[in-house]
């Protein structure tokens, strides 16, 4: 039995104490969950692809200067992260209309957005995550209107690369959602992304067939999770599969 200190435990995680002050454990589990956590199952191997693929996302965007809470990955189900204060906001950018958004504009499912769109949610599942506009986060003091310009730059930072890393291995990155986190150091502080990038957290379909390759299959009950979180892995070239025990990077794939 392990003698951490649990900080806290959420749907799809936990969190546990660092080795080091200012460091926290982040342990992704197999349970997978939707609609508020109202739905769940355990899906066997679901958090080791959702922590590889990740840390494998967090690692590129901070080569690239995205300031994430990402250290190091420290085994098949943890990494080491730098402990934040989350910001109560989850931050959703979307390309091409699904889910919500269609159902709420009307708009098609796969319908193209005429450019990418942010949209902000409250985080709290009490209340079914509700999605609010800047005024009320500044009104409501949950983040500062520089935080809230901070994060939007990001996003798009973000979405340029993911949209980028997506389309080279023949994927649509359809919408996803990220959070952030205040990071004290000293006297300053700075927003930096947070939680995971994962496909729990975003929607991906094949570029050419439109297979859903995310928790949309859980969602939805159409089945394949893993299998579908094997094939992005697979594509982005993390799972190990070949002889030499060792990666071999995203694959370029042309559609
Ligand atoms: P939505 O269409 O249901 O609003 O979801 C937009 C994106 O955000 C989609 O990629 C799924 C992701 N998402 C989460 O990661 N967590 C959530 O709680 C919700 C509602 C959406
Ligand atoms: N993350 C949310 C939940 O676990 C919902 C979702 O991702 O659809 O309930």
Redesign the pocket.
């Known amino acids: 039995m392990s003698r951490r200190r649990r900080v806290y435990e959420g749907?799809a995680k936990v969190l546990y104490e660092g080795p080091e002050p200012g460091t926290l454990i982040q342990h992704f589990k197999d349970d997978a969950?939707?609609?508020?956590?109202t739905k769940h199952e355990l899906i066997d191997g679901k958090g080791v692809l959702n922590n590889r693929i990740s840390e494998f996302i967090f690692t590129r965007l901070n080569e690239i200067g995205v300031p994430t809470h990402f250290i190091r990955s420290l085994n098949m189900r943890e990494q080491l992260i730098r402990e934040v204060e989350i910001v109560p906001i989850e931050v959703i950018v979307r390309n091409v209309a699904a889910g919500s958004i269609s159902k709420r504009l009307g708009i098609e499912e796969g319908t193209p957005l005429p450019r990418s769109i942010i949209e902000f949610c409250y985080k709290n599942?009490a209340l079914g995550d509700p999605m609010v506009s800047e005024e009320h986060i500044t009104a409501f003091g949950w983040a500062s209107p520089q935080e809230i310009d901070d994060m939007m730059a990001l996003a798009l930072r973000i979405n340029d690369f993911l949209t980028g890393l997506f389309l080279g291995i023949g994927i649509k990155v359809v919408d996803f959602k990220i959070e952030f986190g205040r990071l004290f150091e000293g006297e300053m502080m700075r927003i930096v992304l947070a939680d995971e990038i994962s496909p729990?957290s975003c929607r991906l379909w094949d570029i050419n067939t439109n297979e859903k390759l995310d928790?949309d299959r859980f969602?939805r009950d159409m089945g394949g999770l893993v299998d579908a979180y094997q094939e992005v892995a697979r594509r982005l070239g993390i799972l190990f599969e070949n002889d030499t025990g060792k990666p071999t990077g995203p694959t370029l794939v042309k559609s």
Request: proline letters at 0%; zero cysteines.
């Open positions: 749907k969950t939707a609609f508020d956590g599942d729990d928790k969602r």
